[in-house]
């Protein structure tokens, strides 16, 4: 690492240029690096309150959590296709950075899905039920 005020080679951790006392800022990943956020509480809150918003707040995404919020998840697409970008660690945080932690627990993306598409099922089983019990409509 070089010193942006007189050029010469310093040490990565220090503050100060020892030559000319100049401050060096730090390297923007050692910046960044105590603001990642996770990857298990990012689909967590995304499954379970995606429609709300609140994933996209997680990440640091303000003004689309408040859009996500007013349109209930975008009538559900929007709360899917992030659920699918967030699951599959696609979707990068307002810093730009992915999210940590998904290592070992791929699992998790593949349970979650096998419930929404249990959850579909159920819902459609439901309808059905619904529409072919009522007065003299049978089947």
């Given amino acids: 690492m070089f010193c942006p005020s007189c050029g010469k080679e310093i040490e990565a951790e220090v503050r100060f240029c020892k030559y000319c006392g100049s401050p060096v800022s730090l390297p923007p990943q050692a910046v960044s690096e105590h603001k990642r956020r996770d990857w298990l509480a990012a689909v967590l809150l995304s499954f379970f309150l995606g429609n709300l918003g609140i994933d996209r ?29 967030i699951a599959f660690n696609k979707l990068k945080d307002a810093d730009g950075n992915l999210l940590t932690g998904r290592e070992g627990k791929e699992w998790v993306t593949y349970l979650l899905i096998g419930l929404m598409i249990l959850g579909v099922i159920a819902w459609f089983l439901a309808l059905l039920f619904s529409i072919f019990s009522f007065g003299d409509f049978y089947i």
Avoid: Q
């Avoid at 007013?70 to 009538?75: D, H, I």
């Fill in 57 to 85: 707040f997680y990440l640091g995404y303000l003004g689309l959590g408040f859009l996500k919020l007013f349109t209930l998840g975008g009538c559900g697409v929007w709360y899917l296709i992030d659920f699918l970008l």
